[in-house]
Nanobody
Framework: QVQLVESGGGLVQPGGSLTLSCTGS????????MGWYRQAPGKQRELVAS???????NYGDSVKGRFTISRDNAKNTVHLQMSNLKPEDTAVYYC???????????????WGQGTQVTVSS
């Protein structure tokens, strides 16, 4: 069993920055890989970024160069630093974790409850 608690969402102006955090607790094996997905109204959930405990990272094409994922292994916490935010980044952002990076990339891990990010002037 794993529990994921997200924080850091909110309202930000276009071009601004925001950092999301997610802390996991429970079975450490299931926290090997962690990541973020997002889902905008009327759209499918899409991978934003993922990272393993060994530091392997993966990014969705739409956020490359603007978002950075990192993790503090001692605290089982993953951070998503978002910069140069655009209105199309508006979505509910979900934290996820799994025992392999493949499971995270395929979207079959454990999910947090989500945090809203709104980019608007």
């Amino acid at each position: 069993q794993v529990q994921l608690v997200e924080s850091g969402g909110g309202l930000v102006q276009p071009g601004g920055s925001l950092t999301l955090s997610c802390t996991g607790s429970g079975n450490g094996h299931m926290l090997f890989a962690m990541g973020w997905y997002r889902q905008a109204p009327g759209k499918q959930r899409e991978l934003v970024a993922s990272i393993t405990i060994t530091g392997w990272t993966n990014y969705g094409d739409s956020v490359k160069g603007r978002f950075t994922i990192s993790r503090d292994n001692a605290k089982n916490t993953v951070h998503l630093q978002m910069s140069n935010l655009k209105p199309e980044d508006t979505a509910v952002y979900y934290c996820t974790s799994a025992s392999t990076r493949t499971e995270v990339v395929n979207g079959v891990g454990t999910w947090g409850q989500g945090t809203q990010v709104t980019v608007s002037s």
